[in-house]
């Protein structure tokens, strides 16, 4: 199948697929007039989403922003305040970061959101697809972006699955041109939705459908079967290329670093007077020993470097 016809199909069946399953989420469909306080739902709502489930966003986000109704609230909270309204997400550094990019926003661009993308990606914390996001959702501006859903369909259906190691062949870089040439054809069909509908569509599919780990090919036919042969073999083999990322064994279990992580602000989240190394040790692993204060030590003191935690003599607390 040429390209053009291969991209109408495509766009055909992902429209066709979106109006039967279309979910209603509170950063979608946001008809609210001002455009800054909208591209601020809609920039809180993508932060987030990155590397957490909708179901749990859709709870937490109504809770931050009674928090924070508007990106002046964000702009001058404190760490403290952003972290503990941020409890449930994990990934707590993504917070700051929120809040980083609201006080620039405030103190550079007196609180209004540019619907340039140059000058969108310019804000620290406020990445590629992030900027693009907000055109596409806030403004309804057409933006081609890649997100991991969005990554994972476009290179399965018309370039082929993802390598032995997980990884894709094809760079962002060259599959933005893709999702720039499928937009457009996406939005000149017939009865064609938004570009805030066409992106939510193929985010929606690919959590729903095309998924990383099981593709449903019975409901997604544009998926050749030699490509499903290759997408279950690869799945297999990167069972056995399983990327060892930093951590410790807690008997026979294996937990990365970064959950500790989380337990650690977690804890501290409710200690208003502060904890010692040793009782935070002693909440959040059950192996707690002396031999494991120097690891501790070391997590304590890249969240301390990473501004969520204070060292107040020989007791932490959250960052105010």
Request: aromatic share 10%; glycine share 4%; with cysteine.
């Amino acid at each position: 199948m040429r390209r053009s016809r291969q991209e109408q199909a495509f766009v055909q069946y992902i429209w066709d697929w979106f109006s039967r399953h279309k979910r209603t989420l509170p950063w979608r469909d946001l008809k609210i007039e001002d455009d800054t306080q909208r591209a601020y739902m809609i920039l809180v709502s993508e932060v987030m989403l990155q590397q957490t489930q909708v179901s749990r966003v859709e709870v937490i986000f109504t809770r931050f922003l009674r928090e924070f109704p508007a990106i002046h609230d964000l702009a001058k909270a404190s760490n403290k305040d952003v972290i503990i309204a941020w409890r449930g997400m994990g990934y707590n550094s993504r917070a700051l970061r929120l809040r980083d990019a609201a006080k620039t926003i405030v103190d550079q661009h007196k609180g209004i959101f540019s619907k340039e993308y140059d000058q969108l990606i310019a804000i620290k914390g406020i990445g590629p697809y992030t900027a693009a996001a907000v055109r596409n959702f806030a403004f309804n501006l057409p933006t081609p972006c890649i997100d991991t859903n969005i990554r994972r369909i476009l290179h399965r259906v018309f370039i082929g699955p993802e390598n032995e190691d997980g990884e894709f062949e094809t760079k962002d870089k060259e599959l933005l041109k893709l999702a720039d040439a499928v937009l457009k054809v996406a939005l000149a069909q017939p009865n064609a939705g938004t570009t805030a509908d066409w992106h939510a569509a193929l985010m929606d599919f690919g959590s729903a459908v095309c998924t990383k780990a099981n593709t449903q090919y019975q409901m997604f036919p544009l998926a050749k079967n030699r490509m499903k042969k290759q997408v279950v073999a690869v799945q297999a083999k990167k069972k056995k290329i399983k990327k060892q990322e930093p951590g410790r064994f807690v008997g026979s279990v294996f937990i990365p670093n970064r959950i500790f992580r989380g337990r650690i602000v977690e804890t501290l989240r409710d200690a208003h007077r502060g904890m010692t190394l040793e009782d935070i040790g002693s909440i959040i692993t059950l192996d707690w020993a002396d031999e494991h204060q120097s690891w501790l030590a070391s997590l304590l003191s890249a969240l301390e470097k990473d501004g969520m935690i204070k060292k107040f003599r020989n007791v932490y607390k959250l960052h105010e």
